[in-house]
């Protein structure tokens, strides 16, 4: 993660209809989306459209075991 970049590394599972399960960079629309998390936290995240790319529009930690 690097809040002053707004950026966040996931590895992540398959996006159903988008893409297959990867590690990837992606923007995130705020730097306060990153607060609270730290490197290796499990989170949920929802991706929005931004030109030809996504950027994370949310993003929290998962709460499920």
Request: charged letters at 35%.
């Amino acid at each position: 993660m690097d809040a002053n970049e707004k950026r966040i590394t996931l590895n992540h599972d398959e996006v159903k209809g988008l893409m297959p399960a990867m590690t990837m960079d992606y923007d995130v629309e705020s730097s306060e989306l990153l607060r609270g998390l730290k490197s290796g936290d499990k989170v949920r995240f929802k991706l929005k459209p931004q030109g030809f790319d996504f950027v994370v529009a949310e993003v929290g930690k998962d709460k499920k075991p």
